[in-house]
């Protein structure tokens, strides 16, 4: 973008603090503010504060980034550069907030900005610019359920970000490519999308890209038994390319699918390993539900096995662990209720696997009650 690039990086970061502390005001306190600095800034740098700042903001707070954007509107129209650049400044003001607008859901509103961004850039605009339209434009089609359209913007924008060399704003835009495809279970167009993805990794792609996109590729791949030893030669490639991110959460994640998907495999040794180290780490960084998760894992592996007394071992060390923290009531419940179960020799895999689910679903809505699965007779797993 502008902000970021060629226009006085510096001077855009410092002018952003001054701003900083006016930035949560209402909207007519925010124009004075910006006007007074107006009397000893460029409006170039002034404006890409103001985006800088607005796109930071867009997803904790979009009511105040779209005041932003609107002041950014305003300063766009001041500023003293080619006619390009005015545009270019322009287009990324009413993306802005087109974009806060449908994180609050004024949809109508939104459709009015991104209308007032495509004139501008249709009159030409700096191709940073036209990929962050095509993004946040995509977004908005999503959101109107108009799935088609928002995949043809997306591609195109990502094909722009590769031109561009920025490999991991290209990376971002295939992977909500590959999670819209996904919600409309295209399972092989989010295969083949997830590839493009990796196939970054040799151009420099982000860690946490990469991760994210090994998880979800071998979570598809492993659905089949014939697809299992590429999942895991993925995984493990990715976690050797990577060894900074060790102890991250998507590293953890990296482990905990991979022990899950070894589980059933050749190698419990490891699938062991992989589950204790998902495990250690999640308690580490306090995500507990995946930690939970980690431990059911862990749970599996030894009912499948048939190790009774490792089941209980582990049972009440990493159980036992949990239940030492701040846990929901719900969550708290059904750990209690398993280690039991495990004390007792009644727990099982359908019953693990059953509490896996809730522990993946109940972070997102901590009221979710867990529904025991139903005995299946003559089957002891």
Known sequence: MIGEGGLASCESDRTADCLASVQCAPFQRLKRAVSKLGEKESWAVITSALLKLGRLTAEIDPGQARNLARVAISTAGRVDHPEIARRSFLVEAECLAGDSSRRLRRLRAAERSFVRAGRHLAAGCDVGERAYFLVTLSNLREDQERDEEALALRARAA???????????????????????????????????????????????????????????????????????????????????????????????????????????????????????????????????????????????????????????????????????????????????????????????????????????????????????????????
């Open 159 to 381: 094909r722009l970000y590769g031109a561009l060399g920025e490999i991991d704003s290209q990376a971002t835009v295939l992977s909500s490519i590959a999670a819209l495809e996904m919600s409309r279970a295209e399972t092989d167009e989010a295969v083949t999308t997830l590839v493009d993805i990796l196939a970054l990794i040799d151009r420099g792609l982000g860690g946490l890209l990469a991760l994210g996109a090994a998880v979800s590729f071998a979570t598809l791949k492993s659905v089949s038994s014939c697809g299992i030893p590429e999942a895991i030669a993925l995984l493990e490639r990715v976690r050797a390319r990577y060894p900074d991110l060790a102890g991250s959460e998507e590293m953890a994640a990296l482990h905990l699918l991979e022990g899950r998907i070894l589980t059933f495999g050749t190698r419990p040794d490891l699938a062991e390993t992989q589950l204790r180290t998902a495990f250690r780490w999640f308690l580490k960084l306090d995500l507990l539900h995946d930690a939970s998760v980690a431990s059911l894992g862990l749970a599996v592996l030894f009912l499948y096995r048939e190790r009774g007394e490792e089941l209980r071992v582990s049972v009440e060390e990493t159980i036992g662990v949990l239940l030492a923290r701040v846990l929901p009531e719900g969550v708290r419940e059904v750990l209690s209720a398993f280690r039991e179960a495990a004390r007792a020799g009644r727990a099982t895999i359908t019953l693990a696997h059953a509490l896996m689910r809730y522990f993946e679903q109940s972070e997102g809505n901590p009221n979710l009650k867990f529904i025991p699965p139903v005995p299946r007779p003559g089957r002891g797993r």
